[in-house]
């Protein structure tokens, strides 16, 4: 869901000695297999509140389509796309064809050979195509589409009469079933339903060139709203607390597995920590749809990235199921956000799953179908929470200590955003340290638009004594912007301090939320913690569970769901935050097993006792 829907010569030289220096070796590892959410895309600087002198990096509602034998995600408001060949590594293509008000929450589907782009809309608008989409190839398969049966115009949708539709397709999904027939799926709001409707793609006129080829088949379905009353999860607010302003459904995006279609959604709101993905099943691309007892099927309310919601489902070249989905920062605006991207799949009795646990920790990108049960965490655990910062120079009430709180809107202010400047963190001892995520925050950046000195540059270096220092990775001529730039090493470094050496950022200020260091300390995992007592609260859409703290824990993961081996929801919490936690996000009339993990720079323990919530 986007904003307009939801409101309608000292420095060219030192940037072009940047610039023209020779490039030294790639230091965001060309041969890595890992990554660490947020998603390592060049995150676009968004136009829509220039007049208001609001500047932020964003990226949400990530169509992820697999074309050929490449990667293509799009995003909101990026001016372009991304292409991958190994869904860790991104380049940026710049399309030929592209709507000057950019591409808003868009749909993709693959058919016939082609790709197909929609963007949403709410008056008739063109659907492009490519063949070509490494290169940025478009075309028009029409350049204007038909416009939606009975829907009424934006000045009216809240006069809508019975038989009438609200202005349309906002947040399209696109889906093809396996007899060739294509569906759409739309909708965005917290009064109307999600919509679906099939419709003719004329794959078979291509030899009439641009023309009308798509046409409205049937009459568009209420396919399925929001009942808050019934599920948790789907009430506003951070946590879901706000119980008066109504929630909103948008973000459709349907897949197929066996014989079962899979109708995936968003709710309640995009500005949350909640933000997640719920499900429903049914036999028929067109319903009627069920309640899926697992929802959220995609969440992640605690840790650094906080929330799943509005994203899509797809097979890598392997065959493993993925889910990708936008993430809140909400520091400049509201709507700030990112992309993440998590493990999925579905068990042999149909179920689908999304793993977030341990979400924006490195995760390793496998190279072949992974097994049931099989994880993509490496293991290395976070090694920079809470641990000892200094910088070189600081705004007051931004000090480095913020750059360890896990939080993305508090952040570090250096005096200057000049060369040189440093920020440097005591692990506390040695540490053997195998990635590091440099997080930047847009502090009155002044920027809105894409421009050739917007790269990410500095130097990351490690030290067992805080003497004596060695490079542990040189983006110093990176070409890139990366405002959430993740490093995995070479070689793991055996170090007790790290140290971010500055050298460019096209921002008007130096700012980083957090610079996260990850790795592990010698020493067994910890114990695993005490669960006191899980239980329904009065309310049953909410349950307060209490555990035991850990000594020496760096946090905890609270985990439930249907059954003691299936625990796929997590809400991850830090050892300074209350070892007992209101959980709002379940469904009346569903029992749900509860656990609690815990973890440090060790490791991860074993799960605590099971406590049944019954219904």
């Not at 909708?187 to 078979?204: A, E, F, H, R, T």
């Amino acid at each position: 869901m986007t904003t307009r829907l939801r409101f309608r010569l000292s420095r060219a030289l030192a940037l072009a000695l940047v610039f023209i220096a020779p490039a030294a070796s790639a230091a965001i590892n060309p041969h890595g297999r890992t990554w660490a959410n947020p998603v390592d895309v060049g995150y676009r600087y968004n136009f829509e509140q220039m007049n208001q002198g609001i500047s932020y990096r964003t990226g949400a509602d990530p169509a992820v389509v697999r074309y050929g034998d490449a990667y293509y995600l799009f995003q909101t408001l990026a001016d372009g796309y991304w292409h991958s060949t190994d869904l860790v590594h991104w380049d940026f293509v710049t399309p030929d064809k592209w709507p000057f008000d950019s591409e808003v929450a868009p749909a993709t589907l693959v058919a016939d050979g082609k790709l197909f782009l929609m963007r949403s809309t709410t008056d008739p608008e063109p659907l492009l195509y490519s063949t070509d989409p490494a290169h940025g190839h478009w075309k028009f398969w029409t350049r204007l589409m038909p416009p939606l049966p009975n829907a009424v115009s934006s000045s009216t949708e809240y006069r809508i009469k019975p038989g009438q539709l609200p202005p349309g397709p906002w947040d399209p999904g696109l889906f093809q079933d396996n007899d060739g027939k294509v569906y759409l799926y739309w909708g965005s709001s917290n009064v109307y339903p999600m919509y679906g409707q099939q419709i003719d793609l004329k794959l078979g006129d291509e030899t009439e060139g641009e023309g009308k080829r798509l046409a409205w088949l049937g009459a568009a379905k209420s396919l399925l709203r929001l009942h808050p009353e019934q599920h948790g999860w789907e009430r506003f607010g951070r946590d879901h607390t706000d119980e008066t302003t109504k929630p909103y459904i948008e973000g459709a995006w349907m897949n197929r597995h066996g014989n079962r279609y899979y109708l995936q959604y968003a709710a309640p709101g995009t500005e949350y920590n909640a933000y997640a993905t719920g499900v429903y099943t049914s036999d028929h691309p067109l319903g009627p749809f069920t309640y899926a007892p697992y929802n959220p099927v995609g969440y992640k309310p605690g840790g650094f990235v906080q929330g799943a919601g509005h994203g899509s489902t797809f097979d890598d070249a392997y065959g493993n199921v993925w889910n990708t989905g936008t993430n809140w920062i909400g520091l400049n605006w509201n709507f700030e956000r990112r992309i993440d991207l998590y493990p999925a799949g579905f068990h042999d009795d149909g179920q689908m799953w999304v793993d977030t646990r341990f979400g924006d920790f490195p995760q390793r990108m496998p190279d072949h179908r992974l097994k049931p049960g099989e994880s993509t965490f490496t293991g290395w655990m976070l090694l920079s929470w809470h641990k000892h910062a200094t910088a070189s120079s600081e705004v007051p009430g931004h000090g480095p200590d913020q750059v360890t709180d896990e939080n993305p809107r508090s952040f570090w202010l250096a005096a200057s955003n000049t060369p040189g400047q440093t920020l440097t963190l005591d692990l506390g001892g040695p540490r053997t340290v195998d990635a590091i995520q440099v997080n930047y925050a847009d502090y009155q950046s002044d920027r809105y638009g894409d421009a050739p000195d917007l790269v990410t540059q500095f130097v990351l270096e490690g030290s067992g004594d805080g003497n004596h220092w060695q490079t542990l990775a040189d983006l110093s001529h990176e070409t890139r912007d990366h405002a959430n730039a993740y490093v995995e090493l070479d070689t793991p470094a055996h170090i007790r301090y790290v140290r971010y050496v500055h050298r460019h950022v096209g921002a008007k200020h130096l700012a980083i939320s957090d610079l996260r260091v990850f790795g592990h300390a010698d020493g067994p995992p910890p114990p695993a913690p005490v669960l006191v007592s899980a239980t329904r609260d009065k309310d049953t859409r909410d349950a307060t569970i209490t555990w035991k703290p850990v000594p020496g824990a760096v946090g905890y993961n609270v985990r439930w769901g249907l059954t003691a081996d299936r625990l796929h929801e997590t809400y991850q919490r830090f050892a300074d935050q209350p070892t007992s936690l209101q959980l709002r996000a379940l469904s009346r009339g569903v029992r749900y097993v509860v656990a609690v993990e815990a973890f440090d720079e060790r490791g991860v323990s074993t799960l605590s006792r099971t406590i049944t919530l019954d219904p």
